[in-house]
Structure formats: C-alpha cells, structure tokens
C-alpha cells in the first residue's frame, strides 16, 4: 500500500494517544468478529472491551461486528460516562466496569458460548477435567443467575472471579479477561473446550471423567509461568 506524501504528514502528526486508541479499536473489531466466526456467540450477544489509558472502548449495543467501522469507535471512562462516539454502549457495561475497577484486566471477552453455558446449568464449578484449568487460576466458579446488565450480575462475576481470569455466568455464557485482547480471546476458548471437554466425558454411562489435584494444578502453574519463547 502506498500513501500520499500528505497521507504520511497526516499520519505523523497524529497524537500517539490517538494512534493507540485507533489501533485499540481495530484490534477489538476483530477480537468480536472472531467471536461470531468461532460460533461463541450468534448475531450481536456477547462483548468485548479493551483498556487503552483510563479510557475503555466497548462493543456497542445491538450492532452487528461485521458492519462496526473506525468512526463507530465508542468508548467511556471508569466510572461509566461516554467519552468516544455517539452508540450507545454495550448494555454488559457495568460487567465489564467492575473487571477494570477490580482486576488488572486490560481486555475482557465476554460470549454465549454453547458448551460453556450448559456447563453453567449443571454444576457450581467447571470440574478440572484439563491442565490448562491452571491458566484460569483454578477450576472455574459458576457466577449465580442475576439479570444481564445489572450492577447485581457485575457483584456475581467478581466474586467469582476471585483468584481467577474467567468465569461461567448461570445460565448466560463466559466472561474472561487479560493483559491483551488476544490473551483474553484465548482464554475464552480454552474455556469453551474444556467445558466441551467435560461434557463429552461425562455423557459416557457408567463412567465418572477423572480429574486433576490441587497439587496436579499447582505444579502446571509453575510450568506454565516458563511456558513459551523468551525475550
């Protein structure tokens, strides 16, 4: 692609703030439509959120992800009020709020995930069927059922998010968070397949799945803190 030289002065005279927030905006774009693309949400549910600052940019509420444009950024401050744009905010704001006040989230991915949510119905917490259950910090706590949208939901999810990164909402789906959109996004789907996991396991008659220890977990966790490339 090549650009104007005016194109180019234009771009370089951009405040570094706004080059953050505008590259901010596309990368959640993308983050929501994946989310449609992986079947962990179907038409306009679910939301995801990214903290650039003290700002933080939401999906709006009732727009399809494949028509969102740049000018469509929209975005409020931490306690709430609309300082980006004109749409309306996603109606999971307060959810979403509470992470970022709480937590030290910058990025939080929430979905209608099928498998999770019927997990969600069946038991208290997601049984440590997989390793990877150490990622989330520990078996997954199932958030009790409480209106979507309320300040009652965004209490619920916090307290089951202690001590963890993502959670099972009753009878609603996931929320999960990180340090980035792409470490949210993945966790969200580690915790799609593991809730998969389970319920595969335990359809088989007869049979109980077998599950990991406390001490099983601990040590993954220590492993997974060297896991990857190193700088």
Same mark, same amino acid.
């Given at each position: 692609? $090549? ?7 234009? !771009? ?24 449609? $693309? @992986?079947?962990?949400?179907?038409? /306009? ?7 650039? &600052?003290? /700002?933080?940019?939401? /999906? ?5 992800? @494949?028509?969102?444009?740049?000018? @469509? ?31 030290? #989230?910058? #990025?939080?991915?929430? $979905? ?30 199932? #958030? ?5 949208? /309320? !300040? ?17 909402? %009753?009878?609603? &789906?996931?929320?999960?968070? &990180? $340090?980035?959109?792409? %470490?949210?996004? @993945?966790?969200? #789907? %580690? ?22 220890? &406390? ?6 966790? !220590? ?5 990857? %490339?190193?700088?």
């Amino acid at each position: 692609m $090549t650009y104007s030289r005016a194109g180019r002065a234009a !771009e370089q005279a951009e405040p570094e703030e706004e080059r953050e927030r505008r590259a901010a905006w596309e990368a959640l774009v993308a983050t929501a439509r994946r989310t449609v $693309t @992986d079947g962990l949400v179907v038409g /306009t549910s679910g939301n995801v959120s990214v903290r650039v &600052g003290d /700002t933080v940019l939401v /999906t709006p509420s009732g727009v399809p992800y @494949d028509r969102l444009a740049p000018e @469509d950024v929209t975005g409020v401050d931490l306690d709430g009020r609309q300082v980006l744009g004109t749409l309306v905010p996603t109606s999971e704001l307060p959810m979403h709020l509470a992470v970022y006040r709480a937590t030290d #989230a910058r #990025a939080v991915v929430h $979905t209608h995930a099928v498998h999770a949510t019927a997990v969600s119905l069946l038991v208290p917490e997601l049984p440590p069927v997989h390793y990877m259950t150490a990622a989330l910090g520990g078996p997954v706590r199932v #958030a009790p059922y409480a209106a979507y949208g /309320t !300040e009652e939901l965004a209490r619920h999810v916090l307290d089951a998010l202690a001590g963890r990164t993502g959670c099972l909402l %009753q009878n609603h &789906g996931t929320l999960t968070y &990180g $340090t980035c959109l792409d %470490q949210a996004y @993945d966790r969200t #789907a %580690q915790l799609e397949w593991m809730c998969r996991l389970w319920l595969t396991a335990s359809s088989v008659p007869g049979r109980s799945p077998s599950l990991l220890t &406390g001490e099983q977990l601990a040590e993954v966790a !220590e492993r997974l803190g060297e896991y990857g %490339q190193r700088p």
